[in-house]
């Protein structure tokens, strides 16, 4: 069974900062991974989709990698804004089995001050 | 073209009612998923639809039931509703069942 794991849980930064933001998946034979943003209350919008032939993919001031080998992915934020302020997830659809159900983080929680 | 659209946006019901909740999925896509997500924790998969039938369950009690319908839109059904139901719905729709999803804005259910 797929496990996903997001770290950090928590992050409080001020604004400008560059950040990375962490996803390790215990079942490297994946179809491919999502990242989400939510904010309060709201549903999911897909930040960037990485399938697993490729090695990362980049949009604006994010960029997110992929290491099947080792079961990392991670969200790269430059320049920090307020307005980046929300909840991060990342989405594992394993290969294994045929039901491409993705696996849900729980999360990490950002908050980026003026 | 829309997004994935969902309704009701919130709902407040009795505990031992039963509830439907809609969703149309963006044009041309055939998958469609519910999520179940209470605060603080990450989305769990509910159902999986793709060309009309069921693909996928999550861990639910039998309480819980979906379909699809001929034009791929979906209603999520909840009958006997608990205190513990109370939860944003999540609705995703995708071009086939390995594609990245599009979600929903959610139903926001509240049982009382």
């Known amino acids: 069974k797929q496990e996903v794991t997001q770290i950090p849980a928590a992050l409080s930064v001020p604004e400008g900062e560059n950040l990375v933001l962490n996803c390790s998946f215990t079942?490297?034979?994946?179809?491919?991974l999502q990242w989400f943003r939510q904010d309060p209350g709201k549903g999911l919008t897909s930040l960037l989709l990485?399938?697993?032939?490729?090695r990362e993919q980049t949009s604006g001031r994010l960029n997110a990698s992929l290491d099947k080998s080792s079961g990392r992915s991670t969200l790269y934020i430059a320049a920090s804004q307020p307005g980046d302020s929300a909840t991060y997830l990342c989405?594992?659809?394993?290969?294994?089995?045929?039901?491409?159900?993705?696996?849900f983080g729980r999360g990490t929680s950002l908050i980026v001050h003026p | 073209d829309a997004g994935v659209t969902q309704s009701p946006t919130h709902l407040i019901k009795t505990r031992g009612q039963q509830v439907t909740l809609r969703c149309s999925p963006i044009?041309?896509?055939?998958?469609v998923s519910w999520y179940q997500q209470v605060l603080g924790q990450g989305p769990q998969f509910i159902f999986q639809?793709?060309?009309?039938?069921?693909?996928g369950r999550g861990n639910f009690p039998d309480r819980f039931s979906a379909r699809q319908f001929p034009n791929y839109s979906s209603e999520l059904n909840v009958n006997a509703l608990l205190l513990g139901d109370s939860a944003l719905y999540l609705c995703?729709?995708?071009?086939?069942?390995?594609?990245?999803?599009?979600f929903g804005s959610g139903t926001r259910l509240t049982v009382v």
């Open positions: 995703a729709s995708s071009w086939d069942r390995a594609d990245g999803y599009t």
């Open positions: 989405a594992v659809r394993s290969a294994s089995g045929g039901s491409y159900i993705p696996t």
């Open positions: 044009s041309g896509h055939k998958s």
């Open positions: 990485i399938q697993s032939s490729q």
């Open positions: 639809y793709y060309e009309k039938e069921e693909r």
């Open positions: 079942d490297s034979a994946i179809y491919n």
